[in-house]
T-cell receptor, first 112, second 115 residues
């Protein structure tokens, strides 16, 4: 019940296209859903996050869509750029301890 | 703020040797996490501390692994004796648990190679 399932494992998109990464969770107590971006040789960095009281959050070219009833959330990268090529992790947390449960990661490649 | 600082960045050691990884969290953060990342297993939580107290160490793979947080600005992860299967990138992350929670800040990691 603590798992967060992420798909796809890898994704190749042409420059200018839309990248979509999906995550699903089981634990309805989760109340914070961040996405992390990791470049080779670096640690994951917080990209964008959402709480379940809204269905969508947009920051620049990055949007989180959240479906509470389906227990799913997704990351959309509009106008994808080669510089977006990285590994993306979804995560979820609950409670005051705020221990994050991470998805397995998606390796995104944006072709020039 | 300099962010979460980990040292060393790279460590190559022989099997059976003791390895100590170090972490300085962001000032003011009250939670600290140690993760291990491999291609096969992804990001694995090893242990986390809240207010310098270990809360959950269920992810520590074996008794060969130990972690300490003697004060709010320093933590260590020790492997003794090290084995080739311990080769991985080890990340430290810190956060402010509670109302002000805004996710984790990760360090740049320590790439450990045990030969």
């Amino acid at each position: 019940q603590q798992q967060v399932k992420q798909s796809p494992q890898s994704l190749i998109v042409q420059k200018g296209g839309i990248s979509i990464i999906n995550c699903a969770y089981e634990n309805t107590a989760f109340d914070y859903f961040p996405w992390y971006q990791q470049f080779p040789g670096k640690g994951p960095a917080l990209l964008i996050a959402i709480r379940p009281d809204v269905s969508e959050k947009k920051e620049g070219r990055f949007t989180i869509s959240f479906n509470k009833s389906a227990k799913q959330f997704s990351l959309h990268i509009m106008d994808s750029q080669p510089g977006d090529s990285a590994t993306y992790f979804c995560a979820a947390s609950k409670g005051s301890a705020r221990q994050l449960t991470f998805g397995s990661g998606t390796q995104l490649t944006v072709l020039p | 703020d300099a962010g979460v600082i980990q040292s060393p960045r790279h460590e190559v050691t022989e099997m059976g040797q003791e390895v100590t990884l170090r972490c300085k969290p962001i000032s003011g953060h009250n939670s600290l996490f140690w993760y291990r990342q491999t291609m096969m297993r992804g990001l694995e939580l090893l242990i986390y501390f809240n207010n310098n107290v270990p809360i959950d160490d269920s992810g520590m793979p074996e008794d060969r692994f130990s972690a300490k947080m003697p004060n709010a600005s320093f933590s260590t992860l020790k492997i003794q004796p090290s084995e080739p299967r311990d080769s991985a990138v080890y990340f430290c992350a810190s956060s402010l648990a509670g109302v002000g929670f805004g996710g984790y800040t990760f360090g740049s990691g320590t790439r450990l190679t045990v030969v």
